[in-house]
């Protein structure tokens, strides 16, 4: 990539995450610092397609790093996912001049970026924001820091009431294909069982682990379930196995669901989202495009776009041990 940047475009696409606001911000006065312009481009590729355009400067961005959700909105759009649907962004972003794209987002986001990119040569450059921890060339995505304490915060309440009602509760929280939330929030939050996607706990061995807690003298349990384990069709069909097979234990379900993308951003969200969007402008300066910017032992890294969304991340083997002593 030759052609001198002026002008860069950045979007979010996807579901919202907290601290995309705060890479929004760094992308922009990350612009302003090297006295480029910078476009933000509004619900993502659908906003892309409309020239749903603004200017944005260092002021545009004051007091936004620590609101949650997205100023530039987000959208899914089925059309970008044709050739026509790209051309029309493509010439709208030429329209405008727009020289490169920050893309803030996850899989589906970059694939997108990596698609356009290959089609028109337009340069782009990906940051990973999704609270689900499944991007391969990071070991964090902006948002996920902020929705395991969330979901910590959440089960520190659900077990006032568990242990006061002697109850069990099944809380769901997000992972359709990964644990990574379930996990670490469940060894934060000192659950007896975590379920996710990546071990088949089995419904035999589940109900042999809570006699044991049972046996142990727990009156009450938080088991912590990711929304994609393999165990049972959904959680409440898990509710019903233990009805049946435990009828001493009282068992409610919490589903956390879209809690947990909102709130606020955490520190450790704010300043990994300023870090990346710093990377994310001066890598596309330059020269460089179809990256990710992730962060690698706590080191601002570059990962190619089509390995970010060809990779598979992995299960913390050393946590998962960790969360069997734990629950002994």
Excluded at 8 to 34: E, Q
Excluded at 214 to 241: H, R, T
Aim: net charge negative; charged share 25%; aromatic share 6%.
């Amino acid at each position: 990539m030759n052609k001198k940047i002026n002008k860069i475009g950045v979007m979010t696409s996807g579901g919202d995450a907290p601290g995309m606001n705060a890479a929004i911000r760094s992308v922009v006065r990350t612009c302003a610092y090297h006295n480029i312009e910078c476009v933000g481009i509004y619900r993502g590729y659908e906003g892309m397609m409309e020239g749903d355009f603004k200017t944005l400067t260092a002021r545009s961005v004051n007091h936004i790093i620590h609101t949650g959700g997205t100023v530039l909105k987000s959208a899914r759009s089925e059309e970008f996912r044709t050739i026509e649907g790209r051309k029309k962004a493509h010439s709208y972003l030429i329209k405008e001049n727009i020289d490169a794209l920050v893309l803030i987002g996850g899989d589906g986001t970059f694939t997108g970026g990596l698609i356009f990119n290959e089609e028109f040569n337009f340069p782009v450059m990906g940051i990973p924001g999704t609270i689900d921890n499944d991007i391969f060339g990071t070991n964090f995505t902006i948002g996920y820091d902020t929705a395991i304490n969330t979901v910590v915060e959440a089960i520190d309440k659900i077990r006032d009431t568990a242990s006061s009602h002697k109850r069990l509760f099944f809380v769901e929280v997000m992972g359709r294909d990964v644990g990574h939330i379930a996990l670490n929030a469940g060894v934060g939050a000192g659950a007896e069982e975590i379920l996710i996607p990546e071990e088949d706990l089995g419904l035999d061995r589940l109900v042999e682990s809570l006699k044991r807690s049972k046996a142990s003298g727990k009156s009450s349990s938080i088991v912590v379930v990711a929304e994609g384990d393999k165990i049972g069709k959904n959680v409440f069909e898990l509710k019903d196995y233990i009805d049946e097979n435990m009828p001493e234990y009282d068992v409610r379900v919490t589903v956390l669901g879209h809690i947990q993308r909102g709130g606020s951003p955490t520190c450790f969200d704010r300043v990994l989202a300023s870090r990346m969007g710093v990377k994310a402008v001066e890598s596309l300066l330059d020269g460089k495009s179809n990256y990710m910017v992730g962060i690698l032992d706590n080191k601002i890294e570059l990962t190619a776009l089509e390995k970010a969304v060809k990779g598979k991340t992995e299960i913390n083997l050393e946590l998962l041990r960790v969360s069997d002593i734990m629950t002994t």
